[in-house]
């Protein structure tokens, strides 16, 4: 794996984020005056942009989305960032990818600045050779542009073992968009079969089967 660049996603790859995410989303949305109970659908918004959700599922017209982004954080970065949990094994791939002299790197919607946050709570930013996620004012919130902006820190590496890795559709595109190898982890948030239907390279169904796909 010493040649190896490997970009993961975060929330429904590295760590299960869905309690905070979705108290987050709860608590949005109740300062807005609206209610959101169902279990699926809020589970199914764990991956995609903040703007993606609110804008498209809720406040469709003008700048109401921004407001419920900013009472999203106002909940999150106070205790929705901890509702959180490392998946079993994940610090075992990322250490061995790591041991071997791979380069890993993050490739999130999530903001950049959160996402280092949590990445030291559970110590393992050390192995990360770049984090890159969103900006905090919504821009740079495209798995096209995050994937890319990770390949420019890493020096557009030309290799044929760069690889991709998340639980929902955008990342595997983000992934084929820019001819990475994509691996698509089905332990995450991905509703039934979007994964399947997204053709990544390899399907896995535990962290440790990851390692198996380099």
Known sequence: MKNHFVLFDLDGTITDSSLGIINSIQYALNKMGLEENDNDRLRSYVGPSLKQTFLSNYFPEGDAY??????????????????NKLYEGIEDVLETVHNAGGKIALATAKPTYFAKIILKYFGIYDVFDTVVGSHLEGTRSSKNEIIFEVLDQLGLPQSDSIFMIGDREYDIF?????????????????????????????LVNSTKEILSCF
């Open 174 to 202: 983000g992934g084929q968009h820019h001819n990475l190898k994509t691996i698509g982890v089905e332990y995450g948030y991905g509703p039934k079969g979007e994964l399947l239907n997204a053709k990544p390279d390899y």
């Open 66 to 83: 921004l407001q419920a982004i900013k009472y999203y954080r106002e909940y999150y970065a106070e205790q929705g960032i901890f509702e």
